[in-house]
Structure formats: C-alpha cells, structure tokens
C-alpha cells in the first residue's frame, strides 16, 4: 500500500485559507487519495476524494499533481471548528479490498 | 436516520475479562472495519469484512475477534489476550469499493483497570 507523508501540525488564522499538504509519492495509477479529519475523541469525518482530476465540495478543494506524487486539501475560510487532526489517506485498489491505512495526520490549529 | 452506531460510549472491564463491543449499521454496506486509536496516535486496522460472513485480520489482530453473521452487525471481542486493551475503537462502514468513502462510528473508549 502507498504511504503519506504530512506534516505533524499546522497553525492557520481564523477566516485565511488552511492548505493541507501530503506527499505519496508511491502512489499506484487506480489508487484514490482520501481526507478525513478527526475532532478530538470523535470517530473521524470523511472530507473529500480525488483520482486524477482536481475536486471541490462544500467542504474543502483537493489539488492533486498531475504526476499524483502529492496533494493540498484546501479549507478555503477556516473556522475555530476547524480544529482537527487531518488524515491523507491512499485508499488501495478494488484487488486489496478497499481498506483505510491511517497515518499519524497534521494537527490543525485555527487560532482568532 | 441511517448511520453507524457504536455502544456503549464508555466500557470499563477488569484485567482479564473478555469484553464486546458493538457496531451496528444501517447504511446497507458491505465492508466493515475495527480500528483502535492510542493517545496521539493514527487508526490501526484490527480486523475487516467485506462481505457477510467473512472477516481478515489487519494489522494488530492480535488477542481480538470478530464475527459477521449480519450484514448490519460486525461485534469486536477484546480477549483477555490482548496485552493493553486501554483504547478508543472505531468501528467504520462503506460500500465496499475503492471509490466510496467509509463512514465512522463515534467510538467506544475502554479502559480496563
């Protein structure tokens, strides 16, 4: 399974866009890139997935490279409810049935 | 409303004592997954069923068991084999396929004294 690599924590100012970034550099062609986030002590909140192509929903952006080595999730106007730990995940293909791999996150601090 | 339901929140045992904890979902998923968070720490897979009747370890099987006898129903079981069964365990669902996202419990926190 393909690995990421994200830095431990991040601060960002109230309002400010939050840019999350995550490397998987050894990611396979039909693998998906995942977010989710976690609130302390709550079960974690699926974000956004992307293949290829750049995506937006009414939560956050995820800008993926073209040579898929690396991503940003984008919290376009970050709020205090914000504050997370956010998981970049390489979701493995179909063949090896779909599973979450968790890394450690990026601890986001949205401060006023 | 369709979700994912762990129980209890809370579940204090002592040593030695096996313990179960519940998932229950009513999303109609396939796949059904067992994960344990330490302070700090990522998810680490337990266990995982794709399919009724079917479960395969993940990474730190070790001293739990599971069984998927409904499709709705994927019970954990921390044994008395498990080394340090302190944790918080999330339970999570999805259709099954790799371009699904999996929707998560709230969690059980254990703490076994």
């Known amino acids: 399974d393909a690995k990421t690599t994200q830095p431990t924590s991040m601060d960002c100012a109230e309002g400010r866009a939050a840019n999350l970034p995550c490397n998987h550099s050894?990611?396979?062609?039909?693998?998906?890139v995942y977010w989710y986030r976690q609130i302390h002590s709550q079960g974690p909140q699926y974000i956004i997935h992307g293949l290829k192509n750049n995506e937006t929903n009414e939560m956050a952006s995820l800008i993926i490279t073209e040579d898929r080595k690396s991503s940003t999730l984008i919290l376009p106007h970050a709020t205090l409810r914000d504050t997370a730990v956010y998981y970049c995940?390489?979701?493995?293909?179909?063949?090896?049935?779909?599973?979450?791999?968790f890394g450690k996150g990026t601890k986001l601090s949205v401060k006023p | 409303d369709g979700g994912i339901t762990q129980s209890p929140k809370y579940l204090f045992r002592k040593e030695g004592q096996n313990v179960t904890l519940s998932c229950e979902q009513n999303l109609n998923h396939d796949a059904m997954y067992w994960y344990r968070q330490d302070p700090g720490q990522g998810l680490r897979l337990i266990y995982y069923?794709?399919?009724?009747?079917?479960?395969q370890k993940g990474d730190i099987a070790e001293g739990y068991s599971v069984s998927r006898e409904k499709k709705e129903s994927f019970p954990l079981t921390v044994t008395s084999a498990q080394k340090n069964p302190t944790a918080f365990y999330l339970c999570?669902?999805?259709?099954?396929?790799?371009?699904?996202?999996?929707?998560f419990g709230q969690g059980t926190r254990l703490t076994v004294v």
């Open positions: 995940i390489v979701r493995v293909a179909e063949g090896s049935q779909g599973n979450l791999i």
């Open positions: 999570a669902s999805s259709i099954g396929t790799a371009n699904t996202e999996a929707f």
């Open positions: 069923s794709q399919i009724v009747n079917d479960f």
């Open positions: 050894t990611i396979s062609g039909n693998e998906y």
